[in-house]
């Protein structure tokens, strides 16, 4: 039972432009979204994250909408770099426990130049 | 900054043997969490640990075993093996267990299992 969905396995965008992420969720009881990024042969990188109780969250080239009644994030990369290339996971938390996360499938974006 | 370090990173070992994985977290940090991540899968919660108790536990096997210290490291223990283990394990580290703590992630161990 996937939780956490990311349907588009991968994501080809040019240099410059925006790139797109999304992911759905089932749970309801999740509270708190994280976006990581992966490079091969190195461990998820914590990029941004977005409670709940926000629909928007900025930080520089980064921004993660959350739609609450849709169970919908988005992250957005504007403009996308080359270095944006790698697999990027959304994840969740339900704050219950030591909150402890669930990830997505990952969805691997390649930035064109 | 200093990171999570985990050790060794890469470890091949045959089926039925034991294997233990070891992990440091970023100092101050008291939250540590283990996660495996199988061939094209999203990574999956093992274990966590506060304060050296375990505080919550997700499809980790009987066979695996798990502590924190006292300075706050942490060893997964995995023993009898099997082909299904070979995987890369992360472990995380957040300064708390509230659910306003990103967690940060370690380079990870690649087990291998033959």
């Known amino acids: 039972d996937q939780q956490v969905k990311q349907n588009s396995p991968s994501l080809s965008v040019q240099e410059g432009r925006i790139s797109i992420l999304n992911c759905d969720y089932t749970n309801s009881m999740f509270d708190y979204f994280l976006w990581y990024k992966k490079y091969p042969a190195e461990g998820p990188t914590f990029l941004i994250s977005?409670?709940?109780?926000?629909d928007k969250n900025e930080d520089g080239r980064f921004t993660v909408f959350l739609n609450k009644s849709a169970k919908h994030l988005s992250l957005h990369i504007v403009p996308s770099q080359p270095g944006d290339s790698a697999v990027y996971f959304c994840?969740?938390?339900?704050?219950?426990?030591?909150?402890?996360?669930?990830f997505g499938q990952g969805t691997r974006l390649t930035i064109n130049p | 900054a200093a990171g999570v370090i985990q050790s060794p990173r890469h470890l091949i070992k045959e089926k039925r043997e034991t294997a233990t994985l070891k992990c440091y977290p970023i100092?101050?940090?008291?939250?540590v969490y283990w996660y495996q991540q199988g061939p094209g899968q999203d990574p999956q919660f093992l274990i966590s640990f506060y304060e050296k108790m375990q505080s919550d536990k997700g499809s980790i096997p009987d066979r695996f075993s798990a502590q924190q210290f006292s300075d706050y490291h942490s060893e997964l223990n995995m023993s009898s093996l099997e082909l299904g283990d070979s995987a890369l394990y992360f472990c995380a580290s957040s300064p708390g267990t509230s659910t306003r703590y990103e967690q940060y992630f370690g380079p990870g161990t690649r087990l291998t299992v033959t």
């Open positions: 100092p101050r940090h008291d939250t």
């Open positions: 977005i409670s709940s109780i926000k």
């Open positions: 994840a969740a938390s339900d704050g219950v426990g030591a909150q402890k996360l669930v």
